[in-house]
């Protein structure tokens, strides 16, 4: 196997074809189902353990203020069932232009092992994983199989830098409800499971060419979706008030 290094240790060529990984159920463990004061569908993911645990989700979905009242949903808390909870938001000045929000947990969820949130060890391109709850599907399936959240399978395709924000594009549709997901990859070097940044929307593309009759064709989603790289919020988990 072949490969270049890039900044940030992501690895930005290989030679070999990528294989689909199997998911660590602590991968699973950390992704919820939420919903804040804007009644948005979405999805979050939490990093760290006890009083250090953070949760993060696409800033478009939270009120943007230092306090939220917001639902949660987890397959391993309260029964499968929403339950209400406030959160803190923290960092709120790092970024602050870009689509995503962490809060403190007032109330840590008991999870798996924790995974780690960084960047070194990713390929460009390399199979990896979006992870998120479909708007207007539940946790509560029949009989004891459990089936979400969905875990959608993609390959990292790309990377820029926009106004200081730091962003992955990824080969698949965002699902409405995917928003505030984790992007999650197994470094190929260690084979340990990491999240890399946190889903925020499709890229549209217009459906037709703009004409002098139509200068602005409706859009469509152009099948790829757009991730804050960790890389962007990392300061913001370092903080303890917003």
Known sequence: MKATLAGAGIITSMTSTPQLDMIPTSVISRVLQFTGERERPGTAFVIGTGADQRLITARHLCNDEHEEVVYLRHPWTNKGFAYQTTLIRVGRD??????????????????????????G?????????????????????????????????????????????????VDTIVNRGFSGGPLMFIDKRTGEAKFAGVVVKNMTTPIREPTSNEPNPPEAPAGIGVVIAELTFRAALQTGTG
């Open 121 to 169: 060890g990713m390929f460009i391109p390399q199979t990896a994983f979006v992870i998120g709850y479909p708007h207007g599907w539940g946790t509560q399936g029949k009989g004891d199989l459990q089936t979400l959240p969905l875990v959608k399978s993609c390959v990292i395709a790309g990377r820029a830098t926009i106004e200081d924000i730091d962003l992955f594009y």
């Open 94 to 119: 790092v970024a602050s232009k870009a689509d995503f929000a962490v809060f403190r947990m007032q109330n840590p969820i008991h999870v798996g092992d924790d995974i780690p949130l960084v960047t």
